[in-house]
Every structure is written in structure tokens, then in C-alpha cells.
């Protein structure tokens, strides 16, 4: 039995922090996982600027509440599940991904969470562990599953390397050039013919 594995945001829905930063006017919150790859370091940076422009956990969820998934993702979705196991690896977090996962009809999700205080500013974060898309990748193998995976980040190349099959979805350019190994995918129709593809090369 083969499993899919696909990174959430830029693949399923929008860019959670860049949707944020536009909407609360914050360009230093622009910068996601395609820019740093260290992801404590962007993480950290993320919890300051918060703080000093006074953006709460609220003010954040009200913002994800009115998201949508990319176009077509949801029939892509359907048709994935149809076919396979699917698991959502993400570095979000469930306090942030609870309508998102409704509004895709509740796939199965990994990620982590928040740490909010009593003022109603996230404090902190909890990994679940660390590298954790790449330790879930290792752990379904162990289980003698066949792993097929997608994302578009620099946080998501550890999980497509690990995999049986990493397959990049509209990634910036810059991890194209460094990653030259794994096949592109611009859309779903090709994100779903390169994991048909790859199935077919596992079995």
C-alpha cells in the first residue's frame, strides 16, 4: 500500500503567514520556510515581531477563518484519497488549522502547536519532534509502506528525500536549482501524473 504525503500550505491553501502580513500591513512576517530553512530561526522571528506589533492569536485565526483552499485542491484531494492514503505533514499548527482542515473535509493531519498566554499572544511553539515530516516519513516506512511525497518548501526537502518519491510542487526557484533531483509539478493534473508515475516505478 502506497501512502501520499503532501506539505499544506502552497500546496492545499494559501501561505498562512504571508496572508497575515499582508492583511495587518507587516511586511517582516513576508518571510516563509522558501526564504529560511532553518525553521526555528523564522520561527522565532515570527514570535518577536508579533509581539512588537501587537498582533494576537486571535487576530491571526480571524484571518486563516477566511481563507479558502487554492483552486482545486479540494477535487484533487478527493481523487487522491480515492486512490491512496493521504497524510497532511505541515509545520502549521492545529491552533491555526482547524477551519483550513474543515474546509478540505478533514483530511488527516500532522503538525504541532501553540503556546498562548494569557494575554492572548502566542508565546511559543511546541514541535511535536523535531524534524518531525521527515521522522514520519521514517516511522509509515518501518510500518513497509510506500511513500510518495509532495511539498514546495525548503522545510519539506528532508521529508522528499527520505520518501520512496519526492515530488516538488510549484516550488520558488531557488529550490528547483538546488534540488535538481526531484520532478516538478506546476499543477495538480501534473502533481497527479507524477505520483501515478511514481507509483507505478515502486511497485
Not at 4 to 21: F, H, S, T
Not at 108 to 133: A, E, M, P, Q
Not at 145 to 164: Q, V
Amino acid at each position: 500500500m502506497n501512502i501520499v504525503c503532501l506539505d499544506l500550505e502552497g500546496v492545499l491553501v494559501p501561505e498562512i503567514w504571508i496572508n497575515v502580513a499582508n492583511k495587518t500591513n507587516t511586511k517582516e512576517l513576508l518571510l516563509t520556510t522558501r526564504d529560511i530553512s532553518d525553521y526555528d530561526k523564522l520561527m522565532r522571528y515570527r514570535l518577536k515581531i508579533l509581539k512588537e506589533k501587537n498582533i494576537k492569536y486571535k487576530d491571526i485565526f480571524d484571518i486563516i477563518n477566511c481563507l479558502s483552499p487554492l483552486d482545486g485542491a479540494i477535487d484533487f484531494l478527493n481523487i487522491l484519497k480515492e486512490r491512496y492514503q493521504v497524510i497532511i505533514l505541515s509545520d502549521t499548527y492545529y491552533d491555526f488549522a482547524k477551519p483550513l482542515m474543515k474546509k478540505l473535509n478533514y483530511p488527516t493531519l500532522f503538525c504541532h502547536r501553540l503556546v498562548i498566554d494569557d494575554d492572548g499572544y502566542i508565546r511559543d511553539y511546541k514541535l511535536r519532534i523535531k524534524n518531525s515530516k521527515k521522522e514520519a516519513v521514517k516511522r509509515l516506512k518501518q510500518l513497509k509502506f510506500k511513500i510518495i511525497a509532495s511539498g514546495d518548501s525548503y522545510n519539506d526537502i528532508d521529508m522528499l528525500k527520505t520518501s520512496h518519491k519526492g515530488i516538488l510542487f510549484c516550488p520558488p526557484e531557488n529550490v528547483i536549482k538546488e534540488f535538481p533531483q526531484f520532478p516538478v509539478a506546476r499543477n495538480y493534473s501534473e502533481l497527479l501524473s507524477e505520483i501515478t508515475k511514481a507509483e507505478e516505478e515502486l511497485k
